[in-house]
């Protein structure tokens, strides 16, 4: 089940009145309730992979109270080990066995030997496996430092694992956030339910608007790269950049907006990136809880900065390739993460990479500096041009579209694969980045104006345009459920 189907339409709002109205003051019935619409939402996809979500649920449970009972230091340490390999092979089996026995092949390949078989499995992905093991993963990891008490109430932490808003996409919680208000009685709260509708019609803007109306010409332009010139490449990759955005924080901003009507809070996991100053805040800025969960589970328990430069630049490699790889099980991905990590370092050296804690502007009135806005545009520029290679389908076509950039830089008047108007496109992103601007300082209130007129026109334009883009030909999956 996705967020923008007809079945989720009927599904949250029987699970909303079931949860306030027939189980209201009735946490454990209420948790209850979450717990196997959490199963059903994931069920419809394939039922069979609710499997690996109740094993791991079971591992980390078990795993938890063990860490924490026991105050010998080599026994929490094999605690720590069983879930850690049961999370990072289950993830490595399903998600990275085929991509590590090809590249084994083509290895030995390219030096002149060859099998006869190859040993590759038709392993199908489970949706949103690289999200929920980081979770219950993160659960473990926090008992370990001592970080968290463990729960000793199955229901809640199977509740927690399984929340169906953000089990598929994320954001990805640590239990100190979510747990603490799973097992704590939640209350109505009128002006919780308001606010999280708001996310949910502003993320579905971002969705059937932005995102779905692009696919379909990154789609044509990343499939057909070889019959357009430079400046088609160009729009391309840009739209995707808009693509992405609007599809992966639409998400986040319908899950969070979900979570608020059940009366729970979820992280931020997107604050407007794509005002980033430079690639170190963009990361403060983008997918905020991986970010985080690196961070604070391999980057400091590797030494983070602490140690001499060296070492922080191996850090620094280390996150960005891992980060590479944990989007997919494709050299393009580990590419992406590397170029990253190259534009990251100048950054650090320069002891820029913790200077904006602020929005862009923040200490304007209106209109930012000219450095703001180049720094604003170089950081965007740096980011798209690394995202041909988290677009391309392989190695071979990235460096072959970023050739042609250079080669076959000419210009040509690009047509809609669907013979649609090409300026309702370009007018829409130029809207679509003004009006973030205007709401940049808050992510969580895109219709926060003291006017009552101007909110009332502001939905009515996000509704038209919401039925005026909706296209049922295209494909309404979202981009992170292959990650």
């Known amino acids: 089940m996705v967020f923008n189907s007809l079945e989720f339409f009927i599904f949250l709002p029987t ?37 690996l979500i109740l094993l791991s649920t079971i591992v980390d449970y078990v795993v938890g109270i063990n860490i924490y009972k ?17 999370n990072i092979g289950l993830l490595g089996f399903f998600k990275y066995y085929n991509f590590f026995v090809d590249s084994w092949v083509h290895l030995f390949s390219s030096l002149g030997y060859t099998f006869k078989s190859t040993w590759t499995l ?82 579905l803007f971002k969705k059937i608007v932005i995102a779905d109306a692009l696919g379909p010409i990154v789609d044509d332009i990343f499939f057909n790269y070889n019959a357009y010139p430079a400046s088609t490449l160009i729009l391309g990759v840009t739209l995707f950049s808009f693509q992405i955005y609007g599809d992966f924080s639409g998400y986040s901003d319908i899950a969070i907006g979900t979570s608020k009507l059940f009366g729970i809070e979820l992280m931020s996991n997107f604050k407007y990136p794509n005002f980033a100053r430079n690639v170190a805040e963009y990361w403060q800025r983008w997918h905020i809880s991986l970010s985080n969960w690196f961070r604070h589970y391999l980057y400091i328990p590797l030494g ?38 190259i534009a990251f370092i100048p950054v650090f050296l320069l002891g820029k990479n913790a200077v904006y804690k602020d929005t862009v502007i923040a200490q304007h ?85 003291k006017s009552k007129f101007v909110r009332f026109a502001m939905y009515t334009i996000v509704i038209l345009a919401m039925l005026l883009f909706y296209d049922s030909q295209v494909d309404r999956s979202f981009i992170y459920f292959q990650f």
């Open 122 to 203: 038709r392993v199908i992905l489970p949706v949103g496996i690289s999200f929920y093991t980081f979770q219950t993963l993160s659960y473990s990891l926090d008992i370990y430092y001592k970080k968290l008490k463990p729960t000793t109430d199955f229901l809640s932490f199977a509740t927690f694992v399984s929340f169906f808003p953000q089990l598929v996409a994320g954001p990805i919680e640590r239990a100190s956030n979510l747990m603490s208000q799973i097992i704590s009685k939640r209350t109505f709260n009128y002006n919780q339910i308001v606010s999280g509708l708001k996310l949910i019609l502003w993320g």
């Open 365 to 449: 009135t209106l209109f930012p500096t000219v450095k703001e806005i180049a720094q604003v545009l170089i950081t965007f520029a740096l980011v798209t041009f690394s995202r041909i290679f988290f677009r391309s389908e392989s190695l071979s076509d990235a460096f072959a579209f970023i050739s042609r950039l250079g080669s076959q830089f000419t210009y040509q008047t690009y047509i809609h694969p669907l013979g649609y108007r090409m300026i309702d496109y370009y007018i829409l992103i130029i809207l679509f980045v003004v009006y973030e601007y205007i709401i940049r300082k808050d992510e969580r209130a895109p219709f926060k104006f």
């Open 304 to 341: 983070g900065s602490r140690g001499n430069r060296i070492t922080s630049l191996r850090n620094i490699c280390i996150i960005f390739l891992v980060s590479g790889l944990w989007h997919g099980a494709n050299w393009t991905f580990v590419f992406w993460g590397a170029f990253h990590a």
């Open 15 to 51: 699970v909303f009145f079931l949860y306030w109205v027939v189980l209201k003051n009735h946490v454990k019935a209420q948790n209850i309730l979450v717990l196997v619409a959490s199963y059903i939402f994931y069920g419809m996809w394939d039922w069979r992979f609710l499997s």
């Open 70 to 86: 026991h105050n010998v230091a080599a026994k929490r340490k094999l605690w720590i080990w069983v879930s850690v390999v049961f």
